[in-house]
């Protein structure tokens, strides 16, 4: 018989912020800490990598979840939405979870999943060829860009450009471009051969993708919400101005439930936009919870990329990329079904009232900021060796957190990678201080970023889009 420690069977710092972080009534508080340590305690692995994992669903991400999807469904009740459409691939696990709350909550919504991306509906959405169109074309400015992944996103050959290209200078389409070069190419798209091969495609990408959108009853009156983990919304931006290129939109706007959204945040025309975590005017003082990759990796599902849609026997199917098979040997499986134990056994034992009478409040964010800034050990090597691809085309994967000599820490500041996890990993002193530097290098980052965005990608039109 395997031993168990002590310490491992008392409390641990996750169950008791949810009992004394004050982001509900009392009673609810103590229910989540003890459904976090009774699942917990329900699994004991033999080995501390799958161990991790299973803790780590039942004391951060189910809760962290579970406490969002709770917060979007009384927001739907409270703006009469009847039907959420959950975004691929993040909103996969957030459905399940809310088709455990919902008859345990007696919510009267509908949940359906949208098979989308950022790749499906953004191309397809373009009309004209504008500013937004141009920045998620070349987006990041921080981050490695290569003319040869744009014209793969154009779905455009060099050889059919190539006039174009020569003319802005390139020569070598695999060279990465400079910031300057980036800012100089934002005109490439507006040539008159780039642009009309571009709405050429866009259009052949439309007829299928709206069929899929009205094949799933976006265009059926009924009131609809979307819901994703957030960032930007630029899915929610592009199906916006997607339902309107098929006279399918709603007047009243799109609406969009996030779990965080920053000041790169885009919406078309009227839409609304809500987050749990952090939004744009709370940004500053909540850029400790500020952190892209893990929400992701905690969303992670074993499921491809959808690309474009076809037809097939009558009806309009995603084509999807190969789910990578390392997700489902690093242990996505464990993470599902130890989220999953923790939603269940919080909607058997809550009171039903609660559910309907009860707010929670971003502060149940408080266990994903000690995970996120504090990791131990065993978490920072678990979860940081997991390979991740914050690009569009999800190529340029890597692991989260890898472990870097000192001189590597500019690096990792810049990039999209788990900065804490990647400390603790490398053994960093002092751990700490950088800790903490990077708060405040992250809040750079974003207001960089914006500021990048604002003069490179300037929006001519208010009346369609609002960039706060």
């Given at each position: 018989?395997?031993?168990?420690?002590?310490?491992?069977?008392?409390?641990?710092?996750?169950?008791?912020?949810?009992?004394?972080?004050?982001?509900?009534?009392?009673e609810?508080?103590?229910?989540?800490?003890?459904?976090?340590?009774?699942?917990?305690?329900?699994?004991?692995?033999?080995?501390?990598?799958?161990?991790?994992?299973?803790?780590?669903?039942?004391?951060?991400?189910?809760?962290?979840?579970?406490?969002?999807?709770?917060?979007?469904?009384?927001?739907?009740?409270?703006?009469?939405?009847?039907?959420?459409?959950?975004?691929?691939?993040?909103?996969?696990?957030?459905?399940?979870?809310?088709?455990?709350?919902?008859?345990?909550?007696?919510?009267?919504?509908?949940?359906?999943?949208?098979?989308?991306?950022?790749?499906?509906?953004?191309?397809?959405?373009?009309?004209?060829?504008?500013?937004?169109?141009?920045?998620?074309?070349?987006?990041?400015?921080?981050?490695?860009?290569?003319?040869?992944?744009?014209?793969?996103?154009l779905?455009i050959?060099?050889?059919?450009?190539?006039?174009?290209?020569?003319?802005?200078?390139?020569?070598?389409?695999d060279?990465?471009?400079?910031?300057?070069?980036?800012?100089?190419?934002r005109?490439?798209?507006?040539?008159?051969?780039?642009?009309?091969?571009?709405?050429?495609?866009?259009?052949?990408?439309?007829?299928?993708?709206?069929?899929?959108?009205?094949?799933?009853?976006?265009?059926?009156?009924?009131?609809?919400?979307?819901?994703?983990?957030?960032?930007?919304?630029?899915?929610?931006?592009?199906l916006?101005?997607?339902?309107?290129?098929?006279?399918?939109?709603?007047s009243?706007?799109?609406?969009?439930?996030?779990l965080?959204?920053?000041?790169?945040?885009?919406?078309?025309?009227?839409?609304?936009?809500?987050?749990?975590?952090?939004?744009?005017?709370?940004?500053?003082?909540?850029?400790?919870?500020?952190?892209?990759?893990?929400?992701?990796?905690?969303?992670k599902?074993?499921?491809?990329?959808?690309?474009?849609?076809?037809?097939?026997?009558?009806?309009?199917?995603?084509i999807?990329?190969?789910?990578?098979?390392?997700?489902?040997?690093?242990?996505?499986?464990?993470?599902?079904?130890?989220?999953?134990?923790?939603?269940?056994?919080?909607?058997?034992?809550?009171?039903?009232?609660?559910?309907?009478?009860?707010?929670?409040?971003?502060?149940?964010?408080?266990?994903?900021?000690?995970?996120?800034?504090?990791?131990?050990?065993?978490?920072?090597?678990?979860?940081?060796?997991?390979?991740?691809?914050?690009?569009?085309?999800?190529?340029?994967?890597?692991?989260?957190?890898?472990?870097?000599?000192?001189?590597?820490?500019?690096?990792?500041?810049?990039?999209?990678?788990?900065?804490?996890?990647?400390?603790?990993?490398?053994?960093?002193?002092?751990?700490?201080?950088?800790?903490?530097f990077?708060?405040?290098?992250?809040?750079?980052?974003?207001?960089?970023?914006?500021?990048?965005?604002?003069?490179?990608?300037?929006?001519?039109?208010?009346?369609?889009?609002?960039?706060?």
């Amino acid at each position: 018989m395997q031993m168990i420690s002590r310490a491992y069977l008392t409390h641990n710092r996750y169950e008791h912020a949810l009992n004394s972080s004050p982001w509900a009534e009392p009673e609810v508080q103590s229910i989540f800490s003890g459904a976090s340590r009774s699942t917990r305690l329900s699994q004991v692995y033999p080995d501390i990598h799958r161990q991790v994992i299973w803790d780590t669903g039942t004391n951060v991400i189910g809760p962290l979840f579970t406490t969002f999807v709770w917060w979007l469904l009384q927001q739907a009740k409270k703006d009469g939405i009847k039907r959420l459409y959950f975004m691929a691939r993040d909103g996969f696990i957030l459905k399940e979870i809310a088709d455990i709350l919902i008859p345990t909550g007696n919510f009267e919504i509908e949940t359906r999943y949208l098979q989308v991306s950022r790749q499906s509906l953004l191309y397809a959405s373009i009309k004209d060829v504008d500013t937004f169109d141009t920045r998620w074309l070349m987006w990041n400015p921080l981050t490695p860009l290569s003319v040869k992944t744009i014209l793969q996103r154009l779905e455009i050959m060099p050889d059919m450009v190539s006039a174009e290209l020569n003319k802005y200078g390139i020569q070598n389409i695999d060279k990465l471009l400079t910031l300057s070069q980036k800012w100089k190419f934002r005109s490439f798209f507006s040539e008159p051969k780039v642009k009309k091969l571009i709405l050429q495609r866009a259009q052949e990408r439309f007829v299928t993708t709206d069929a899929y959108l009205r094949q799933e009853g976006l265009t059926d009156g009924t009131s609809f919400a979307l819901v994703d983990l957030g960032w930007a919304a630029l899915s929610q931006y592009a199906l916006s101005r997607l339902l309107e290129k098929s006279n399918g939109r709603p007047s009243t706007g799109v609406k969009g439930y996030y779990l965080g959204n920053t000041w790169l945040l885009w919406r078309y025309r009227n839409d609304t936009v809500k987050s749990f975590l952090f939004e744009p005017s709370n940004l500053i003082s909540r850029i400790a919870l500020v952190q892209y990759e893990l929400p992701e990796i905690f969303a992670k599902v074993d499921q491809g990329r959808t690309v474009a849609y076809t037809q097939n026997n009558g009806k309009i199917v995603p084509i999807l990329d190969a789910a990578s098979p390392k997700f489902t040997t690093w242990g996505i499986d464990i993470q599902k079904n130890s989220v999953l134990a923790f939603t269940k056994e919080v909607a058997t034992v809550l009171p039903k009232h609660f559910w309907q009478s009860v707010s929670p409040t971003s502060a149940a964010g408080k266990i994903f900021k000690l995970f996120s800034n504090w990791p131990s050990t065993a978490e920072a090597e678990v979860y940081g060796k997991f390979i991740h691809g914050a690009d569009i085309e999800e190529k340029q994967s890597r692991e989260v957190a890898p472990i870097v000599k000192f001189w590597d820490i500019p690096r990792i500041y810049s990039g999209y990678y788990w900065v804490q996890g990647c400390i603790v990993r490398s053994r960093i002193f002092p751990g700490s201080f950088f800790i903490a530097f990077f708060s405040f290098i992250n809040f750079l980052r974003h207001w960089i970023l914006l500021i990048i965005a604002q003069n490179a990608f300037p929006q001519k039109n208010h009346k369609e889009s609002v960039h706060p």
